[in-house]
Structures are given as C-alpha cells and as structure tokens.
C-alpha cells in the first residue's frame, strides 16, 4: 500500500509563498518519479512539476522561474516551493507518483490565491 499525506495548503495574498509537502509511506519513494499536479474549478489537472529519482526536474510554462519542485528520498517526502502566486495558481494540488507504469496519487490540498 502507498499513502500520501499532503500539507501546507491554504490561503496566500497574490505574490506570497507556501510550501507544500508530500509525506509518502510504502517502499516506492525512492524509486519513483514525483510530481506534483493541479486541479482548477471547470478545468482539467494538469502538470505542475516532476523531480526524477535522480533530481532533474520538469516545470509547466506556467510556473517556470516561480516554483521549486524537490525531494528528500531519506524522509520520503516530496515539496514544492511556490513563490510569486497568482490568483491563477488557485487550485487543488495533487502529489503523485509514478513507480514504473503505475501512478499513486494523493488526495489533494487546496491552495488559494486572494487578497
């Protein structure tokens, strides 16, 4: 079995930060992809930022030079930084991984961009 646990969502003021973590159980951390995906009311998830087991990392256009994706394999526990938010990063953030064809999928943490 994998068990994600997310924390750090919440509500943040346009151009604030917020960590988010991905606390992982199971023994597939180490071996997997990580990433991090979003959800946005009436829209579609889509990707956020992918950290190999390795360390090379992905971001989606939109985010790019704003958000940090990283990972520590001795704690099993994936973070994004997200610095510069917008009201458009509004959305519940999945953490996710991807252990040979299978994704795991966590049960998401709502972050909010308002003033």
């Known amino acids: 079995q994998v068990h994600f646990v997310e924390s750090g969502g919440g509500l943040v003021q346009p151009g604030g930060s917020m960590r988010l973590s991905c606390a992982t159980s199971?023994?597939?951390?180490?071996?997997?992809?990580m990433g991090w995906y979003r959800q946005a009311p009436g829209k579609q998830r889509e990707l956020v930022a992918t950290?190999?087991?390795?360390?090379?990392?992905t971001f989606a256009d939109s985010v790019k030079g704003r958000f940090t994706i990283s990972r520590d394999n001795a704690k099993n526990t994936l973070y994004l930084q997200m610095n510069s938010l917008k009201p458009e990063d509004t959305a519940v953030y999945y953490c996710?991984?991807?252990?040979?064809?299978?994704?795991?999928w966590g049960q998401g943490t709502q972050v909010t961009v308002s003033s």
């Open positions: 996710n991984a991807q252990f040979f064809a299978v994704q795991y």
């Open positions: 950290v190999t087991r390795v360390g090379s990392t």
């Open positions: 199971g023994n597939i951390f180490s071996l997997s992809t």
